[in-house]
């Protein structure tokens, strides 16, 4: 059951590392309870959303995750705000702090999150970065336990380019004891700071696998993850990838060297014929539009617990 203690109460969420494994857990519980309409939060406060990127999801879940929670949201985007015409993070962090109760911003660099979080003292939400992708591996876990029960002991296999999502996904696994496998070009590996991070989190408890071999990293998988080959700021470079990339799209192929009953994900949007073929993001083992519901689900747990919302 989701208690006081597990709550994140005023707290910043810029990479999911800012979570221990018992409010990872909490989170997941509390976004279950709330799908399955056992609970409902109740906070009647403002969330803004600054986003310097384009989002589809992570808009419209955040957005929705809060009118469901009895409040309301504010658009913040560059070009409606000075931040178009170069006001500065510290100036506009402070002037937020006092109007807002939580931000959410998506944006290139971690270190404009971070800046944020420094000058407001309302939490501040990684809703994606260069670096990581917090709220979107939420839903993922959520997705797997639904499909699969206890997450401790599962393998999920990460395919594509080791940035944003793959980040998040290394530590968001090892936090919860899942065996995550990361296959990637060799140039295009995760940092060797945050695999190292995803070791020192997983502990005994679950492993931590980087491989230029989509296929040693396939094998086995309870889990196939794709995402974009070129991801938002990237598109100049989106055309020299497709060769590089190619060994590791996720087809029918490589799925049927996973266990039978694995699933694919994708956080979306997908590039049909590049990353992932139409069948397989189509075919029977895709998650991927109960795991895009669960942006949802979670993302109001995520505002429910920073918020310390009635629950
Ligand atoms: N998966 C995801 O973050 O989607 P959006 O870019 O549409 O928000
Ligand atoms: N890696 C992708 C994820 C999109 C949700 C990007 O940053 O564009």
């Known amino acids: ?28 519980e509390l976004a279950a309870q709330i799908k399955a309409g056992k609970v409902k939060p109740y906070c009647p406060k403002v969330l803004g959303l600054l986003f310097t990127k384009a989002s589809t999801r992570t808009r419209v879940s955040f957005s929705v995750g809060m009118y469901r929670l009895g409040g309301q949201v504010i658009d913040l985007s560059p070009d409606l705000t000075q931040m178009g015409r170069g006001e500065p993070i510290a100036d506009m962090a402070r002037v937020l702090d006092r109007y807002l109760d939580v931000l959410a911003i998506r944006t290139y660099q971690q270190q404009e999150v971070v800046t944020f979080a420094e000058y407001a003292a309302i939490p501040v939400i990684n809703a994606l970065t260069d670096l990581e992708h917090p709220c979107q591996i939420l839903a993922d876990l959520l997705t797997l336990q639904e499909v699969f029960g206890d997450l401790q002991g599962l393998s999920l296999t990460y395919l594509g380019d080791g940035n944003n999502v793959a980040h998040s996904l290394l530590l968001g696994c090892a936090l919860v004891g899942v065996n995550i496998r990361v296959a990637t070009p060799p140039d295009y590996q995760p940092l060797p700071e945050i695999v190292e991070q995803a070791k020192a989190l997983a502990g005994d408890r679950s492993s931590v696998l980087i491989t230029p071999d989509p296929v040693e990293a396939v094998v086995g998988a309870h889990a196939l993850y794709t995402d974009v080959w070129a991801s938002m700021g990237q598109e100049d470079l989106a055309r020299d990838r497709i060769p590089i990339f190619q060994p ?3 087809n029918q192929t490589l799925l049927d060297r996973a266990e039978a009953k694995a699933i694919v994900l994708h956080c979306l949007p997908a590039h ?39 629950i």
Not at 1 to 22: Q, S
Not at 292 to 299: G, K, M, V
């Open 1 to 28: 059951m989701f208690t006081d203690i597990e709550t994140l109460n005023g707290r910043d969420l810029l990479g999911l590392a800012d979570l221990t494994p018992l409010e990872l857990r909490s989170l997941l």
């Open 248 to 250: 590791y799209q996720v």
């Open 272 to 310: 049909r014929g590049e990353e992932i073929t139409p069948e397989v993001l189509e075919g029977a083992q895709s998650r991927v539009w109960d795991q895009a519901e669960n942006r949802l689900h979670t993302q109001q747990a995520l505002l429910a617990s920073v918020l310390g919302a009635q």
